[in-house]
């Protein structure tokens, strides 16, 4: 089942040296089986600039545009969805594999409640990860890679320091540029860490394995070092050297067989005796740029939703203030982003001081509980304030919370 990836942009990674040096010795190592798998401002609609038709001459007299249109109208659940971009859906019933994929499906099919709720919690998320995953003509059944993940849970975090619906380690988060500090972790962010793990997948497929996506999948897991490994053992003893083909850690011998079985049963859940939720077809959030310094329950009041659902949608907000600095955007549930974006582009928001983005320093002030108070790093706040003896602050003396 080898697969290869077309290219369609270049990659802004922090360094091709540090990426190189993560892809060989750390993975986004999963949680553990049992727990993952068995229990006209710019607004973007679901991740995606929406186009204006009215400055493309010619689009709307497009014979293809039309056609294309026209498809686009007819209703599809993300299901429907997600079974069309299903690549891998026969091809294991021959395969080396077929034993090892339906242990994981009599598994997954003797506590069907389970995954019921677990793609109850993909609710949020799945449409948009299909839209992703389809954009790089990449096999459906990644969109899966959270089920077996996290069980779609953005904030889960395993004991070796993965985190997020990708599972992403910190040093592998770097490499691929998650920012992550006391206010904000890119892992947990789902836009981010989403186009991050597919920029990973494609990225160790393309330089190690000539496209192979289960070989990536098992890179993912356990490292491009200890795959690589694997494989030239098993070409030396006269094997090609695919997925199937291989001797590795447990938890990664299991890793594709496992997302091969809950696509098997999602591509078929009647016969399995299993029942999905309901999930439209359409986006179900906004990306509103973060345009000032706004309170994470000043926003869900301004947008019209509660701080929950809010916090919900932004997992990587470790502070409930968003600062544009630091946070690029806040998802907030489809139909509420206009009055978001108008409403930061019309509101200042005073600090407790009554004055926008600005601290006045009390007795007993120090930077970091300045930092801490007001959700920005102290590093940043010292470099907006030009503060070469960050210990020697004065009452009464006035620090920017900006770095505008």
């Known amino acids: ?49 929406m186009p204006n038709d009215a400055t493309r001459p010619h689009a709307r007299s497009h014979p293809l545009a039309t056609f294309w249109g026209a498809l686009d109208l007819q209703p599809k659940d993300a299901w429907e969805r997600l079974r069309a971009s299903f690549e891998w859906n026969d091809q294991w019933r021959a395969d080396a594999g077929h034993a090892r994929v339906q242990h994981w499906i009599d598994e997954y099919r003797s506590n069907p409640g389970n995954i019921a709720e677990i793609t109850e919690r993909a609710r ?13 003509g990449l096999p459906g059944e990644i969109a899966l890679v959270p089920f077996i993940e996290s069980s779609f849970d953005p904030e889960a975090r395993s004991h070796f320091g993965a985190a997020g619906l990708w599972q992403i380690m910190p040093r592998t988060g770097e490499a691929l540029g998650l920012r992550r500090n006391n206010v904000w972790d890119g892992r947990l962010d789902v836009v981010r860490s989403t ?3 597919l920029d990973y997948i494609e990225t160790q497929a393309d330089q190690w394995y000539e496209g192979d996506i289960e070989l990536s999948l098992a890179a993912y897991n356990a490292g491009a070092g200890t795959v690589n490994q694997a494989r030239r053992v098993a070409q030396s003893q006269g094997k ?20 091969l079985a809950i696509a098997a049963i999602i591509a078929e859940p ?17 990306q509103v740029p973060v345009t000032r310094r706004v309170t994470l329950d000043e926003a869900a009041r301004l947008a ?5 659902r809010l916090a919900e949608l932004n997992p990587g907000l470790r502070a409930k203030v968003a600062h544009p600095g630091q946070v690029d955007e806040l998802l907030v549930p489809m139909g509420h982003a206009q009055r978001l974006v108008a409403a930061l582009g019309n509101s200042p928001m005073d600090d407790a001081n009554g004055t926008t983005d600005i601290h006045v320093v009390q007795r007993g002030d120090t930077l970091s509980s300045i930092a801490s108070r007001h959700a920005v790093a102290a590093a940043d706040l010292a470099r907006w304030n030009g503060l070469d003896q960050p210990d020697a602050l004065q009452p009464g003396q006035q620090l920017t919370l900006s770095g505008r």
């Open 270 to 286: 009647e016969h399995y005796g299993v029942e999905l939720p309901d999930i439209e077809g359409g986006p179900a959030f906004a």
């Open 304 to 308: 019209g939703v509660s701080e929950q």
């Open 1 to 49: 089942m080898t697969y290869h990836t077309m290219r369609r942009r270049l990659f802004g990674f922090a360094s091709s040296l540090s990426l190189l040096g993560a892809l060989l010795a750390t993975a986004p190592y999963s949680l553990d089986t049992q727990a993952a798998t068995l229990p006209a401002e710019r607004t973007s609609l679901g991740g995606t600039t």
């Open 240 to 259: 090609t050297g695919e997925y199937w083909d291989l001797s590795l850690p447990s938890e990664t011998m299991d890793y594709v067989p496992k997302l």
């Open 195 to 197: 186009e991050a793990a």
């Open 124 to 136: 949020p998320w799945l449409t948009w990860i299909v839209q992703q995953v389809e954009a790089r």
